[in-house]
């Protein structure tokens, strides 16, 4: 993973935002790459370090996450028909402005706000979210101005495939059996013809020169 550490041209008030109220003392600076990562796994891993959980000493009433900066938020994937389908809402607090935006606009507008809100909507409503939120740090690009902490790149995990349930094995072994079925008949149809072809020649070739050219025409 590449992580541009020079200067940072973004917003530096907002980046440093609220660090003056988190005890930085022990903590570890995680770093994830967001480019080409589904949202929602990413998101999920995020949640996991924000809140600790991934310590042997982790307790649900201490707060006990690392930092974490998250780069390349722009170039977060989705899978399906999200960018379209997945709509946010919120309201002005005016009768009828209830609005609404795609999840493929707001990540032309504000590509941070979509991996925060999917981090912060898997984290338990307690007093200690607005703490986890301020130990979470997204940037657009791969800039940021944490060039002089102990950074630690995380190494996403592996996907875990389900296992196959047997309905759906037994399918796809019937599926195989006919296919491989299909290709022997081919090739032993194949066979056939090229076996029977000389014999074809050798019969014609007898059959024209007992009868001559009466049997050609």
């Known amino acids: 993973m590449v992580m541009n550490c020079g200067a940072f041209n973004g917003n530096m008030k907002k980046a440093l935002a609220g660090l003056r109220r988190i005890n930085l ?7 994830f790459d967001a480019k080409g990562q589904i949202l929602g796994r990413l998101a999920s891993q995020i949640a996991t370090v924000v ?13 006990d996450g690392d930092m974490c900066i998250v780069l390349n938020a722009k170039d977060v994937c989705v899978t399906g028909r999200k960018l379209t389908d997945k709509i946010y809402y919120w309201h002005t607090g005016y009768i009828g402005n209830l609005k609404e935006r795609s999840l493929k606009d707001q990540l032309a507008k504000d590509p941070t706000e979509v991996i925060r809100k999917a981090v912060l909507r898997m984290l338990p409503r307690n007093k200690l979210r607005d703490d986890r939120d301020r130990k979470l740090r997204i940037f657009v690009g791969d800039e940021h101005p944490f060039g002089d902490r102990p950074l630690e790149p995380y190494v996403m995990p592996p996907r875990q495939v389900r296992e196959m349930r047997p ?4 399918a796809m072994i019937r599926a195989q059996n006919k296919a ?15 076996s029977v072809r000389p014999e074809v020649l050798l019969m014609s070739e007898k059959m024209k020169q007992t009868f001559g050219s009466s049997f050609s025409s």
């Open 180 to 194: 491989e079925e299909k290709q022997d008949e081919k090739s032993k149809s194949t066979r056939v013809k090229k």
């Open 167 to 170: 309905r759906a094995r037994r």
């Open 51 to 63: 809140q600790g959980k991934d310590k042997p000493t982790y307790t649900p009433y201490r707060e």
């Open 25 to 31: 003392e022990g903590l570890r600076w995680r770093v």
